[in-house]
């Protein structure tokens, strides 16, 4: 176990962890909130309008109020672990282990996918008015 990311929002410190929590840490250094829900390791985590997605190992996101609650899961991805996320626009681009990238709104739902990578997903990027990957 250990913590895979650090998210800075709502002057609060949110941490992904192996252990499959999200804990939020005030300022000072004084927890204040456990999220639970995923099934597996939560490897990352992006602010997106007002709320906070995690994307776990095993293959789902979740969607977090500012208070905890889980205001929406999209477990049926089946592409392998969440790896990384990026915010684009009024889109948020989702990395994977099984080489696939999602493009979803603002509410979750997938709008469509790419392919073409053979490998894990590690990281996607804004250059200008492309997105890449890799």
Excluded: P
Excluded at 55 to 68: A, P, V
Excluded at 96 to 115: K, N, P, Q, Y
Aim: hydrophobic fraction near 45%.
């Amino acid at each position: 176990d250990g913590i895979f990311q650090l998210l800075v929002f709502d002057d609060a410190v949110w941490t992904a962890s192996g252990d499959r929590t999200i804990r939020v840490w005030a300022l000072n250094g004084e927890h204040l909130m456990l999220c639970e829900g995923h099934e597996k390791a939560v490897s990352y985590l992006v602010a997106v309008k007002g709320r906070v997605w995690s994307g776990s190992h095993d293959s789902s996101i979740r969607i977090w109020t500012e208070f905890g609650f889980n205001e929406k899961t999209n477990a049926s991805l089946n592409v392998g672990a969440i790896t990384c996320f990026l915010v684009v626009g009024d889109v948020v681009w989702v990395g994977s282990a099984g080489g696939r990238i999602l493009v979803l709104d603002f509410d979750g739902e997938c709008l469509f996918t790419c392919g073409g990578h053979i490998g894990w997903v590690h990281a996607i990027r804004q250059l200008s008015d492309e997105v890449w990957s890799g």
